[in-house]
């Protein structure tokens, strides 16, 4: 049985010998914990740090590159010896959106199936799980973000775990070639959302070896990753999966042509763009040799809502991986679930907008089937943000506060305030994670949504209020 650090330095004090009377023992600096922990796939060493241990990079499927390029996510192989979890793996793929309100931490790369877990150091129970998914318009985005760090919900007693799924022309596409190789047995298009099935499925499997509960799970997104709850929540291949959702400022699909011919349509015309014809026989081939870069080809946020030609495809309602949502809730065909969902109060389109109206729909929607429904309004604007202009709390505005990570967004410029509604704001989420309830000691009461109306707001002054909607 291994030592503990305490003790180990003990034992080398007393086999070293006295020292000289008089002399004085020189400190020794304690080098950081490196824990380790064993999945299916071969052991991983990770780091303890400030009451948390983290294990970050951890490959839950092959490196999509080559032959791999647009193919489901393929199961990784095992590996030899202690992998180093330390650090964050790549992000995926993308044009990097220079505005963006939470850049990565690492360079984008094709190969970057990666998965990353934080829990309170030393937890000895099973630990309700979390698994974010990030938005940026399936274009953009990524796990490595500072603000979207697990650590300070870790402290408040669950597990935290994000990763990366592939984006833009990588995560959605297809093609004439694609279709007639078949090589995932009618699995086309959706390789985004594959990669987000392959991580919960990759939960349900080894979760438990970091002392997480596969059968407490929620899952939580932002915007396109809002989307993405909706997709998994009605997806066949998804159910059973998870227990809980978050689903914050982000509607049901479809989008736009959300059917393969339409994203076969695009892809053909992205080939021809690049030179390989639909009809040519080596086709795939070809499309795969391209370069990263240029299937990029400058797709991002910004050229995503500039106004042109649509160029690439987003997920498509496939029928297997991914259906039209809103169909399938009105159908009654999804996993009955409790729901916390909600938007900003400056949220895209406004208080009319397809964030806000939309959370609105889909609170009534769930509520009316039966399902515990906590509908909220996020309204705080960080001190350091507040203006004569400022008109409220805009798109994503509200992560750091449900991560509590407002002293990294901010910095110097987070007040007490507003450290104290990230506080609040993670508390719910933390609740909710933990028994499908966000209400807590300390807390102002939330009650389920019903024919009232009522929401809670997370007001712009700072405290959090229930109270009918505008």
């Known amino acids: 049985m291994p030592l503990s650090l305490p003790l180990r330095l003990l034992l080398m004090t007393m086999l070293s010998g006295s020292t000289a009377i008089g002399a004085t023992a020189q400190p020794r600096a304690q080098p950081p914990a490196q824990p380790e922990v064993m999945i299916a796939q071969g052991r991983l060493r ?55 309100a939470a850049p990565l931490g690492t360079p984008p790369a094709e190969d970057c199936l990666y998965i990353n ?40 007693g669950i597990m935290v775990v994000s990763f990366n799924y592939r984006l833009g022309r990588f995560g959605t596409f297809a093609h004439p070639a694609l279709t007639r190789a078949d090589a995932d047995k009618g699995l086309f298009a959706n390789y985004g959302y594959l990669d987000q099935i392959a991580a919960l499925r990759w939960v349900k499997a080894n979760i438990a070896a970091f002392g997480g509960d596969p059968a407490n799970v929620t899952i939580i997104g932002e915007s396109a990753g809002g989307m993405s709850v909706h997709a998994l929540l009605t997806s066949p291949m998804a159910q059973g999966l998870f227990q809980k959702a978050v689903i914050q400022s982000g509607g ?87 729901v916390m969902i909600g938007a900003t109060s400056d949220d895209i389109g406004g208080l009319t907008g397809p964030m806000v109206a939309g959370a609105r729909a889909m609170a ?61 704001a993670s508390a719910y989420l933390v609740n909710f994670a933990k028994k499908g309830d966000p209400n807590g000691d300390a807390l102002p009461a939330w009650r389920r949504y019903g024919a009232d109306g009522s929401m809670l707001d997370m007001s712009a002054a700072g405290t959090a209020v229930e109270r009918r909607e505008d």
């Open 46 to 100: 990770g780091t303890t740090e400030d009451g948390v241990t983290a294990f970050k990079g951890v490959p839950f499927a092959q490196p999509p590159v080559g032959d791999l390029r647009w193919r489901a996510p393929q199961p990784i192989a095992r590996w030899q010896g202690v992998r180093d979890a330390s650090q964050y793996g790549h992000d995926c793929m993308q044009l990097p959106f220079p505005s963006d």
């Open 117 to 156: 877990v934080w829990k309170p150091a030393g937890a000895k129970a099973k630990l309700p799980v979390m698994l974010w998914i990030y938005g940026g318009g399936f274009v953009n985005g990524g796990s490595s973000p500072p603000t979207y760090s697990g650590a300070a919900l870790a402290r408040q």
């Open 252 to 338: 049901p699909m479809p989008m736009g042509d959300a059917t393969l011919a339409g994203a076969e349509k695009l892809g053909a015309a992205f080939g021809e763009k690049k030179g390989v014809r639909a009809d040519d026989p080596n086709a795939l081939a070809k499309l795969r040799a391209l370069p990263a870069d240029t299937v990029v080809d400058g797709l991002n946020l910004a050229s995503l809502f500039a106004g042109s030609p649509r160029e690439h495809s987003s997920p498509i309602a496939d029928g297997r991986i991914a259906v039209d949502s809103l169909a399938a809730y009105q159908a009654r065909r999804f996993a009955k679930v409790p």
């Open 364 to 424: 009534q929607q769930f509520a009316t089937q039966g399902v515990p429904t906590y509908y909220y309004r996020f309204s705080y604007v960080a001190d350091s943000l507040r203006t004569a202009k400022a008109k409220g709390a805009g798109h994503a505005s509200e992560i750091p506060y449900f991560f509590d990570t407002v002293a990294i967004k901010y910095g110097g410029a987070a007040t007490d305030r507003d450290k104290m509604m990230g506080r609040t």
